[in-house]
């Protein structure tokens, strides 16, 4: 007597498909939808997305989704330094196109704010991204 159904057995192979990153472009300024791309400029678009939404702020999104930079204002420089790459690192971590985040790059242009230039190393190519805390 079979125990699985005939033709199913332990031996299936299973198939990694990517999924394409075709996805609606925003022109932030009109906040609009300004057509479609893929590729690097939707990556791009994807990166910005993860580091202006807070994480566990919007229920639309999972909670492995968005970044954890608001508590950051007001720290110390030091702290700041040492705690905001591992955090826009961590905020990437749960999509598998981004490979490495790196050349982290501070400094204070505005008296109070500090700001962090960073290269962020897709599949589709390399970004240059800046935050402020």
């Not at 242009?109 to 240059?128: A, W």
Request: glycine share 6%.
């Amino acid at each position: 007597m079979a125990v699985l159904p005939e033709g199913v057995g332990l031996d299936v192979t299973l198939h990694h498909v990517e999924k394409p990153t075709r996805t609606f472009l925003i022109d932030w300024s009109s906040k609009q939808v300004s057509g479609m791309d893929e590729g690097l400029p939707a990556m791009r678009q994807a990166v910005e997305i993860i580091l202006q939404n807070e994480r566990f702020r919007w229920q639309i999104y999972s909670s492995d989704f968005g970044s954890e930079l608001e508590n950051l204002v007001g720290e110390e420089r030091d702290y700041i330094e040492s705690e905001l790459p591992r955090r826009i690192e961590d905020a990437f971590s749960g999509d598998s196109r981004i490979l490495t985040v790196e050349n982290f790059v501070f400094t204070e242009k505005i008296p109070g704010e500090l700001s962090c230039s960073f290269d962020v190393k897709t599949v589709y190519g390399t970004l240059t991204e800046e935050v402020s805390v």
